[in-house]
Nanobody
Framework: QVQVVESGGGLVQPGGSLRLSCAAS????????MGWYRQAPGKQRELVAT???????KYADSVKGRFTISRDNAKNTVYLQMNRLKPEDTAVYYC????????????????WGQGTQVTVSS
């Protein structure tokens, strides 16, 4: 069994900052890519940022220069530092981790967290 749990969401004023965390736990053999996605009301889930186990990052154009993704492989944790937040960043933010478990080595599956709400409003 594997769990992926996000934390750090909340209400922030435009121009403010938040830091999201996502920790994976359980019978983990290895984790490849980890990432953050978001879904605003009435919209499809979209990619925000991803990071490989080697540290290669990718960002959506809408967050480049404002958001920074990072990870601590020893803690199986990925972070999303969000600066200069805008009202259009309001969404539920989901963490995704591609995990190989001890019980099924050789099989890598995507695992999603339950989501954390980020609201940017004055």
């Amino acid at each position: 069994q594997v769990q992926v749990v996000e934390s750090g969401g909340g209400l922030v004023q435009p121009g403010g900052s938040l830091r999201l965390s996502c920790a994976a736990s359980g019978s983990i053999f290895s984790i490849n890519a980890m990432g953050w996605y978001r879904q605003a009301p009435g919209k499809q889930r979209e990619l925000v940022a991803t990071i490989t186990s080697g540290g290669t990052t990718k960002y959506a154009d809408s967050v480049k220069g404002r958001f920074t993704i990072s990870r601590d492989n020893a803690k199986n944790t990925v972070y999303l530092q969000m600066n200069r937040l805008k009202p259009e960043d309001t969404a539920v933010y989901y963490c995704n981790a591609h995990i190989t478990t001890i019980q099924a080595m050789g099989v890598m599956l995507p695992n999603w967290g339950q989501g954390t709400q980020v609201t940017v409003s004055s």
